[in-house]
């Protein structure tokens, strides 16, 4: 099937400073990308979707100008976390969708952990 | 609004055991199911999935068919395996793969032999 990578992996960082996720789709053209967020022993919430060349579409209670979201190519989409603090932290995950397909690809996840 | 409701875990079962995972789903119209897999230390796959109703998904000697009339999509496999071990995940989704997918919390499965 098709790969989506993200990276980093695993991110340690101080309060306050700004973290950037990476999501590349690297065998198939990506019209959309969600994110999604996961606690520990919680199922993946979703927090935007995005489509190329355009703003994404966040979901209610998150805040788009914390995590911002560009999704300049239709291989690549980046997240960024903006001035971090400690209830961030959080296993990040981006799914790429080529469109008319059926089958979203996800990525391996991003742990991120604010001290 | 559409929601995900799968059996809780941790599932723990011995090596050629019989296994059942419940999932039931909320949604309005006809949205499409999908079991996905997430083995320890790597991204969700796609297990199998099923499009409308009486579709059964099959992969790797998991099943799951989709019932309307009690709004599920129960994954079963005959005989597990220990490398089955990992967190399963239902899921559904309205319209095309544009959309997004709404999550069940996940069942982890831990396989012994």
């Known amino acids: 099937g098709a790969v989506v990578s993200q990276h980093p992996s695993r991110v340690i960082c101080k309060s306050g400073t700004s973290v950037k996720i990476e999501c590349r789709s690297l065998?198939?053209?990506?019209?959309?990308m969600f994110w999604y967020r996961q606690f520990p022993k919680q199922s993946l919430m979703l927090m935007a979707t995005s489509n190329e060349g355009s703003k994404a579409t966040y979901e209610q209670g998150v805040e788009k100008d914390k995590f911002l979201i560009n999704h300049a190519s239709l291989t690549l989409s980046t997240l960024t976390v903006t001035s971090a603090h400690p209830e961030d932290s959080s296993f990040y995950i981006c799914?790429?969708?080529?469109?008319?397909?059926?089958?979203?690809?996800f990525g391996p996840g991003t742990r991120l952990l604010v001290l | 609004g559409n929601s995900v409701t799968q059996m809780e875990g941790p599932v723990t079962l011995s090596e050629e055991a019989f296994l059942t995972i419940n999932c039931t789903y909320t949604?309005?119209?006809?949205?499409?199911l999908f079991w996905y897999v997430q083995y320890p230390g790597e991204g969700l796959q796609l297990l199998l999935k099923?499009?409308?109703?009486?579709d059964k998904g099959s992969n790797k000697g998991f099943e799951a068919t989709y019932r309307k009339e009690t709004t599920s999509f129960h994954l079963e496999k005959g005989s597990v395996q220990v490398s089955d071990s990992a967190v399963y995940f239902c899921?559904?989704?309205?319209?095309?793969?544009?959309?997004?997918?709404?999550f069940g919390k996940g069942t982890r499965l831990s396989v012994i032999a």
């Open positions: 899921a559904l989704r309205r319209d095309s793969g544009n959309t997004p997918l709404v």
């Open positions: 065998d198939f053209q990506a019209t959309t």
């Open positions: 799914s790429a969708s080529g469109g008319a397909q059926e089958t979203q690809y």
């Open positions: 949604a309005t119209g006809y949205p499409s």
């Open positions: 099923a499009t409308k109703a009486d």
